[in-house]
Every structure is written in structure tokens, then in C-alpha cells.
């Protein structure tokens, strides 16, 4: 049975095209946008929250990207997947992290960059930036000594990490202070997977 994902790349389910560009696997792409796209009868089917992205696969129904992601990774392209548990936690832990400290501030940033243009509060925006402070200097600090986060290749760790984070890039949010992190990110992004994911549209 073909696998669907739905979703497009100028959105938050960049994420799980790139993972699924990431295992190589035939897929169905069914371009599907975060407004009225996600709201209809048909779509409410496949994922009640009605946002994006989805994902079915056979008998199975996901939808938030990490789930998505992990589930993906770890049947379809094990490279990328821990081999132990203590790795794998690790993994889980990074996966959650990103969605917990860093989505929720960046978020801020995007809705008075894009959704708020005539009435931006730079506020909002700056207090949001003080308090990225933290969570970047974690994950600098992580990566002082390695290239990726589970060590020295990249994984479904750093897929999810650097997936979530795109927002900041697309808001041109200033690194200054981050090196190790710049680096990495430069390191992710560069991967084919993501260009191809890209292009979806």
C-alpha cells in the first residue's frame, strides 16, 4: 500500500517531508496547505487536529512531526536511528526538547513577523528572542565537542532539532553568539534530503 504524507514545505510539515526524503521510499505527496486545505471533511479524516503534516501508512494513521519522524526514521531508515536505548532516549529527549523550548518562543517570533505585519509588536518579538537565550546556549554548548548530537553523525536527533529551528531561519534570526550551533545547522541543512524536500510544494 502506497504511503501518503500530507503537507507542504512552506509550513511546518517540512519536517517529516524532509524525513521521509531522508529513508528513500516511494511515497504519495498529497499537497495539502495549513488553511482551508486542513480543514476539510476529507482531511479531518486522516488527522482530527486538522493541521499539518499526516502521514499514512497502511493500517497506520500519525500525525505531529516528531511522531512522525521517529517512526519513520526508525522503520524505514535505521542508519539514521539509534542503535541502543540509551542513544534512542537521548534522541526521544532532543525530539521533545525542540518542540518544548524552542518551538513555542520561535513561534512568537513568526506570527508578529508574518501574521502581524501591520501591527507588530516588537515586544513580543523581543522578549521571545532574551528568552531563546537559554535554550540556544544548551545546545551550543552540546555541540562545543561533537558535530551532531548523538556524536559524530547525523540522526533522527538532529533531523528533528534542525527541522523545528527552520522557522528561525526563515525569520533570519541572528545567531551571533552561537557558533556551534551555526555550524551544525549549516551541516544539516546541507543535506540532499532537504533540498529535494524543498521542492514540495
Known amino acids: 500500500m502506497t504511503i501518503r504524507i500530507y503537507g507542504v514545505s512552506g509550513s511546518r510539515a517540512i519536517r517529516s517531508l524532509w524525513a521521509i526524503e531522508e529513508t528513500g521510499i516511494d511515497y504519495t ?3 495539502t496547505h495549513f488553511f482551508s486545505d486542513s480543514k476539510t471533511e476529507e482531511y479531518l479524516a486522516v488527522n482530527p487536529n486538522g493541521r ?3 502521514l499514512v501508512d497502511g493500517d497506520l494513521t500519525l500525525f505531529e512531526s516528531m511522531a512522525i519522524n521517529l517512526y519513520l526514521i526508525r522503520k524505514y531508515a535505521p542508519a539514521l536511528y539509534p542503535d541502543n536505548e540509551a542513544d534512542e532516549a537521548v534522541a526521544i529527549q532532543w525530539s521533545v526538547w525542540a518542540i518544548s523550548e524552542i518551538e513555542p518562543l520561535q513561534m512568537q517570533i513568526v506570527i508578529q513577523t508574518f501574521f502581524n505585519r501591520d501591527n507588530i509588536d516588537q515586544s513580543i518579538i523581543d522578549s521571545a528572542t532574551e528568552s531563546l537565550k537559554r535554550p540556544l546556549n544548551v545546545l551550543n554548548t552540546t555541540l562545543a565537542d ?9 540522526t533522527v536527533a538532529d533531523l528533528n532539532v534542525a527541522g523545528v529551528m527552520q522557522l528561525m531561519q526563515m525569520v533570519k534570526f541572528d545567531f551571533t553568539g552561537y557558533h556551534n550551533v551555526v555550524d551544525w545547522l549549516e551541516r544539516c541543512y546541507s543535506r540532499e534530503a532537504l533540498k529535494r524536500a524543498q521542492s514540495l510544494d
Do not use: K, Q, T, W
Open 146 to 154: 561533537r558535530p551532531y548530537l548523538l556524536g559524530d553523525e547525523f
Open 29 to 31: 505527496h498529497v499537497p
Open 52 to 54: 499539518i503534516p499526516a
